[in-house]
Nanobody, 126 residues
Framework: QVQLAESGGGVVQAGDSLRLSCAAS????????MGWFRQAPGKEREFVAS????????YYSDSVKGRFTISRDNAKNIVYLQMDTLKPEDTAVYYC???????????????????WGQGTQVTVSS
């Protein structure tokens, strides 16, 4: 069974940085295509970023591109989301997601991923 556990959330001020971590267990991280999503109060779950198995490709939503960086450490089975220049609109619960699929399809859709973490709260004050 694949299990994901997010950590690193917290309360910060606008302009600050934060790094989220997602620890995977039950399967080698190198076998998983990983993504980060977020959901703000009253809004739908939103794609944030994704990363391929061997760091070949990364993708970002327009709202975070240039500010967020996704990376992976396959040896440690951890995926990171480095968040810089945080804005109040970044406030949300952030979820780590994984799929065992070997074919990249609609990676921006939550339905593409079979495994999800419990989420970690990120709050950015103005």
């Amino acid at each position: 069974q694949v299990q994901l556990a997010e950590s690193g959330g917290g309360v910060v001020q606008a302009g600050d940085s934060l790094r989220l971590s997602c620890a995977a267990s039950g399967r080698a991280l190198s076998d998983l295509y990983m993504g980060w999503f977020r959901q703000a109060p009253g809004k739908e779950r939103e794609f944030v970023a994704s990363i391929s198995w061997r760091d070949v490709s990364t993708y970002y939503s327009d709202s975070v591109k240039g500010r967020f960086t996704i990376s992976r450490d396959n040896a440690k089975n951890i995926v990171y989301l480095q968040m810089d220049t945080l804005k109040p609109e970044d406030t949300a619960v952030y979820y780590c997601a994984a799929t065992q699929s070997r074919t990249v399809l609609n990676f921006r859709a939550s339905g593409y991923y079979e495994h999800w973490g419990q989420g970690t709260q990120v709050t950015v004050s103005s």
